[in-house]
């Protein structure tokens, strides 16, 4: 194991978790330092109540593995949801946490809040977020863990969540060591293709308090901009959150790696559709190769 985790996220075919076993294979002959589990496609729990049957698959199939874990959440799991619904929320990403805590995993990862854009409440919200996490730190703690908030963008119109930028500002008043980001480089892109702002100072912005970083390839165009059919048109037009290979898009990425400031530890997931595993090598060592430069840009700051 080096010093500089590299992984990538595991691919999901049947939500009762009979194949992971065989994908793991796939990705520990690949070389990864890291697999992130998707929690968000098994079928693990079932309202905040984990299930003792599928877990026990998973940790089977976990079990013995060269490679750590990160763990991906829910992506509905929403701070800024109506008040009543929150405490559901908090015990689905503790239950979560138990999951991780099970595989022995480094991260939690989650996504930012979002709502409609012209809520009413919005500091609030951001508020009622902040309150959360704080909670979740705790828990957190007590496993070992660090929960990794993401950024993400808008994916429908009108609705608001956070920039790179503001989500660093959430986690830095929060002041805990084990509610940290995940900056996905791709999102911050697309976060400004859509509401503006620059999208290359936000993700260095946010670099600072990452702990974890999910590298895809893509041109920073909303979705919307324009109607596509297929995914593959979608690819052709260069339209949304493609997860392209590394080098397929058009992301500055090795001049963020340059220029962003991560933390020592932090580690770099490569979060690659099963539509392009026969790229799947080639993108891990540009990976490698990119988050090489940052750790040795970090090293020279």
Not at 56 to 83: K, M, Q, T, Y
Not at 269 to 289: I, K, N, S
Request: glycine share 8%.
């Amino acid at each position: 194991m080096t010093d500089i985790i590299v992984g990538m996220t595991a691919q999901v075919a049947r939500p009762d978790g009979t194949t992971l076993a065989h994908e793991l294979d796939r990705l520990e002959r690949l070389g990864v330092d890291l697999v992130e589990i998707p929690l968000l496609s098994l079928d693990v729990m079932a309202r905040a109540r984990i299930l003792p049957g599928p877990l026990g698959r998973l940790v089977e199939a976990c079990a013995g593995r060269a490679p750590d874990f990160s763990v991906h959440a829910a992506i509905g799991l929403n701070f800024f949801g109506a008040p009543e619904h929150l405490p559901l929320h908090f015990d689905v990403l503790r239950a979560s946490l138990d999951v991780a805590a099970r595989l022995r995993a480094r991260h939690v990862v989650m996504h930012s809040g979002f709502c409609a854009g012209d809520a009413p409440d919005l500091e609030d919200r951001y508020a009622r977020q902040r309150a959360w996490l704080a909670r979740a730190g705790v828990e957190a703690a007590a496993r070992d863990l660090v929960i990794c908030v993401e950024n993400i963008f808008p994916f429908g119109p009108g609705v608001h969540t956070a920039s790179p930028a503001r989500l660093a500002r959430e986690i830095a008043a929060l002041g805990d060591a084990h509610v940290r980001a995940t900056l996905d480089v791709g999102h911050g892109f697309l976060h400004a293709g859509a509401r503006g702002g620059d999208a290359f100072a936000e993700a260095v912005t946010l670099s600072e308090v990452a702990a974890h970083v999910h590298l895809h390839d893509s041109f920073g165009v909303p979705e919307d901009t324009f109607w596509a059919y297929t995914e593959a048109e979608k690819m052709h037009f260069g339209l949304g959150d493609l997860h392209l290979p590394l080098g397929w898009g058009g992301l500055p990425l090795e001049r963020l790696m340059r220029e962003a400031r991560f933390p020592e530890s932090c580690s770099f997931v490569v979060e690659l559709p099963e539509r392009f595993v026969c790229e799947a090598a080639e993108t891990l060592a540009e990976a490698r190769r990119l988050a090489k430069l940052a750790r040795e840009a970090a090293r020279a700051a």
